[in-house]
């Protein structure tokens, strides 16, 4: 089963508003991280908070943690057309053995 | 290069045939990861591996399924009588360490007919 289930499943926004994901998992994690994937391509790491953090920003991108809800949300500001992506977030565990845990992600569309 | 390099970026092979998907990670990464994705859908773990370690090869779904690594740089996954519900993009990542930032490579998108 996932371990990370963003919400919304996809998400239609203009150019110039902000665009919100969440994402919830379900055991104790060491740090989640947000993924951007443009279609056909790899994924890019966007930003990893740690399970000791509650709010990370890195430009227009801010992304909070709360662990005694198991939930992570991230936002954009100010969006782009370019923005338009996949969007992912993975849980690092010590329980989960060695890997990341991704979620099923959220499709973003920003209109122009 | 700069970033993990995958080979081929395509592939068309008919059911029953042998597979291989090559990945070159990033120099000094000590920590290799195979994934692989469904049209639409998140990633599923494949295979880990770190350094000189044994591979953690709990998420590979079948026997036909292997990796290896050879010289703690370049890994080959391989896939032996292909089916079609093998049909995905298969994805490579590589990191510093376990738990640390990936880093992807575009993936091979393999269809098997």
């Known amino acids: 089963s996932q371990q990370g289930e963003e919400d919304p499943q996809a998400l239609s926004i203009q150019e110039g508003e902000n665009a919100t994901m969440n994402c919830s998992y379900k055991t104790s994690i060491n740090n989640l991280q947000w993924y951007r994937q443009n279609s056909g391509r790899g994924l890019v790491h966007l930003i990893l908070i740690r399970s000791n953090e509650r709010e990370k920003h890195s430009g227009r991108l801010r992304v909070t943690l709360d662990t005694s809800k198991k939930s992570s949300s991230l936002l954009i500001t100010a969006s782009r057309a370019a923005d338009t992506a996949s969007y992912f977030c993975?849980?690092?565990?010590?329980?989960?053995?060695?890997?990341?845990?991704f979620g099923g992600g959220t499709r973003l569309m920003v209109k122009p | 290069g700069a970033g993990v390099s995958q080979s081929p970026s395509n592939k068309v092979t008919e059911k029953g045939k042998d597979v291989e998907l090559r990945c070159d990670p990033i120099s000094g990464h000590t920590a290799l990861y195979w994934y692989r994705q469904s049209l639409g859908q998140g990633l599923e773990f494949l295979i880990y591996?770190?350094?000189?370690?044994?591979?953690?090869k709990s998420g590979l779904p079948s026997d036909r399924f292997s990796a290896e690594r050879t010289g703690g740089s370049v890994s080959t996954l391989t896939i032996q009588r292909t089916q079609q519900e093998d049909s995905a993009v298969y994805l490579c990542a590589s990191s510093l360490e376990r738990n640390q930032p990936q880093h992807f490579g575009d993936g091979t998108r393999l269809s098997i007919l």
């Open positions: 591996f770190q350094g000189n370690s044994a591979p953690d």
């Open positions: 993975a849980t690092g565990s010590n329980n989960a053995g060695n890997m990341l845990t």
